[in-house]
């Protein structure tokens, strides 16, 4: 069993009002800490969209067992970009998704993370119980 969420940004481009903010560990923001509203809006559209894709599963995920993340991360721009970064800005995204697992999230892993060029910029998460990689 597995389920996608498709957020309708990156990390690299939270929306925020009308300004975007970058949520990766290398990012130059002006303060030492992410904005506090970018990360809320992370963390509330991963639980909302992680329960809209649990709505159509007949199954649940056990809490005891692993669970493996896929992540595509679609941009304009395909320049060099660090995969560590994308999973940290990731973070509260997985926490939403995890809580509305039911799950805690240490139980999640993550494999393969990677971009693709795309004119829409969106961040693509499967979660699934098997090890294989979805297509």
């Known amino acids: 069993m597995s389920i996608t969420i498709v957020i309708p940004y990156t990390p690299y481009k939270v929306p925020v009002g009308n300004r975007t903010v970058n949520l990766t560990a290398n990012a130059r923001n002006r303060r030492r800490w992410p904005d506090t509203e970018a990360r809320d809006r992370m963390r509330s559209d991963g639980f909302y969209l992680g329960r809209k894709a649990m709505e159509f599963q007949d199954d649940s995920f056990e809490p005891e067992e692993p669970l493996y993340m896929d992540v595509v991360c679609r941009v304009k721009q395909l320049r060099k970009r660090d ?3 994308l999973i940290s800005g990731l973070k509260w995204a997985r926490d939403g998704i995890a809580s509305a697992l039911g799950i805690d999230d240490h139980a999640i892993l993550s494999r393969h993370p990677r971009f693709e060029r795309s004119d829409i910029e969106e961040t693509q998460i499967t979660i699934s119980r098997t090890e ?3 297509p």
Do not use: E, L, R, T
């Open 83 to 85: 995969d560590d970064n």
């Open 132 to 134: 294989d990689s979805p």
